[in-house]
């Protein structure tokens, strides 16, 4: 497991298994989001073998499934709202954490310039530089 911050609330991590759990509770996370569907892993990795163990290791668990398609506003906003709607740091997860870097990147326009969006995840190791049009007008449409 590799987790990695992009702000001192909001982490994000690949794929995590049923044995890292313990370590994310240890790391003081109070929340997990999933963000990868079950159709991509196979059953123990799904989300609730995940969430089963999340949850008995007394921590919040949400599933929000991205793809492509589905990195619509609406799951930007409610991605933002399930991260910011707990009393501390969330871990986000999908295949490798982009996804989750992205929509959360996605859900920053209207609270930090492109730039500093970028250079956050750029920290934890995802290079988004590719989304810099869309944060740009996400944010002229915005403010």
Known sequence: MEIRPITPRY???PQIAVEDVP???EAGFVKVICNRPNMEVPTDMQSDAIGEAVRAAGLEYEV???THQTMTP???ALQRDLA???SGPVLAYCASGTRCS???ALGQCDSMSTDEILNATTKA???LEGLRPTL???RKTSG
Do not use: F
């Open 125 to 127: 190791g995802y290079q």
């Open 84 to 86: 910011e709607s707990c």
């Open 23 to 25: 370590a994310i509770a």
């Open 11 to 13: 982490s994000v991590s």
């Open 74 to 76: 609406e799951n930007v």
């Open 136 to 138: 740009d007008q996400i």
């Open 64 to 66: 929000l499934e991205l």
């Open 102 to 104: 992205v929509v959360w």
